[in-house]
Structure formats: C-alpha cells, structure tokens
C-alpha cells in the first residue's frame, strides 16, 4: 500500500511495489481512459527550487490526464525563498494547500527534510547529486516494457558518474535485481561516488569501471548516457576540459549489440550526437513519456484512488 506514503530514495518501495506500480503505468498507456478523473478534486504542489522541463511537465500532465489540478512555481526567484523563508515554512504552508508536493532543490537532503515537516506526501523530484527516484520509476519501467523483465543483463552508466543523481537512484534500484551486471564508464573525476561503490561490494553485486566506451560497447544490453552536470562542478574550467569526454555516435553505436536499449534521463547537451536519434536502439524520448505514466500510477497510489 502506497497511500500516504512519501518517496524520497529508491528504497523507501519495496520491489513489489515498484513491481505494482509499472503493472499499473502499462495499463493506462494500453488504455488512457483507465483512471482518469480518479483524482478530481485533488491538488499536487510542484516546488522547484532548480530548472526542469520533463520532471516537471510530466509530474504536470500525469495530474491533470488523472482530472487532479497543479499549482506551484518552476524557479525559486518567484517563490519567498527569494525572501529568505526556510524551506521548512514553505513546505508547512504547501502542505495545507495540496494533497501532495512534488519537490525539487539544489539542496542534498532537502526532499528528507521537507517530508519531516509536510502532513502530506512528499515525492523528491531531485536533491543536488542525491537523489532522483521518479526518474528511476521511469528508466526501469523503460527497461522492462523494452526488454520485458528486470533481470539478467549488463547496464553501462556512461558520463558524469559523480554529480549525476539519476545513476545513483538507478544503480540503488538496479542493485536489488536479479543477475544486473554494472559497468561505470566514466573520466576518473567523475567516477561513481565512493559510498555506492562500497554498497555495491557489500551487497556483492558484479561491477567494473572503465575510462572506454568503445571497449565495453559490445557487453552492453542497456546504455544508460548522462549529461556532464555543469551546475554542480565547482569550476567553469573543469566543466569545459570534462563536458565531451565521451560522445555517443553512429560509429560507436556500430560497436553496439543489435538489441541495445540506449536511456539518457535528458537533457542531452552534446554526449549523444543527433544522428543517434535515429537509430531504433535510442529509447530516450520514449523513456521520457513512460515517466508520464509512471508519475501517473504513482500520484494516483499515493492518494489512493486506485
Ligand atoms: C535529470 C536531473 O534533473 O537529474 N533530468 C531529469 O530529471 N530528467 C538529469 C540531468 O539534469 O542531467
């Protein structure tokens, strides 16, 4: 039973409710009639203390497709954080607005924090290079509509391993798995954080790390392509000598099986050239709209509707 509850990492759902949640998300993309108006009456509050477009737009729609209405703001120059209100009051007042908030900050910990203080659910939509768990709702639904199950293949993670929060959220996930093999392919600055790496060896699950795409290309079931994240790095210069260390393209794509499933969370800057779009292995925009879906089997489980 989902109701009620908040979801601020990975692990907060058990297997078997991520499980109920995809069942859940592919019935209504085989019939977009099943649940709407389920959630008439209902109010999500979107606080975005960051820039986002997919999270969310898509948190957006899924309410509405559910006949639930939104309100909120996309940055925080337009909220009273501006006036230096603690996130702790914005989310008190939010929480007796809405019946749900979708949150995102800059701040690692602060979906956490929120949750503390809000009488209502909250959903972390991202905190800083933490966390990200609807987007993990979102690439492993992607996975198992493409490949038809969660288990048994080889996941290389390629890019900013370091700051990048949807592969710390994928890898927890993933780590719970069936025979998930994981290959990290990334600059050694932005290699994988130590924590996951040791997390990993105690839950004894197979991992390499490699400097070369090309190298492991041909191993791969899924590639999973992220974006070198600019806004977390420290200095303009590291970000430029780092930004187009690896850079998917059609001849690196040749390399690749026939039936690999290309992700990337988006936004792409230039890790994936346009050409690869299109490819038929490139799944990433379809990835984007199974996170509309999933956001919809989420929203209506946590308020109950279903
Ligand atoms: C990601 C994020 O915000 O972490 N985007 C998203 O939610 N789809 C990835 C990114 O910004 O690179």
Redesign the pocket.
Known sequence: MLKGRSLIEPENFNLEEMDGLFSLAEKIEADERYLRESCRGRLLATLFFEP?T??RLSFEAAMLRLGGSCLGFAEPGSSSAAKGESLADTVRMAAGYADVIVMRSPKEGAALLASRYSQVPVINA?DGGHH?PT?TLTDLLTIRRLRGNLKNFTIGFCGDLKF???VHSLTKALARCEKINMVFISPQELSVPEYIIRQLQRQDIQFTETRSLEEVMPGLDVLYM??V?RERFFNEEDYIRLKDTFILNTEKMALGKKELVVLH???RVNEIAVEVDADPRAAYFKQAKYGMYVRMALLSSILGVN
């Open positions: 986002s997919r999270t991202g990200h987007q990048g929060r949807t992220t974006r994240q969370p988006l936004p």
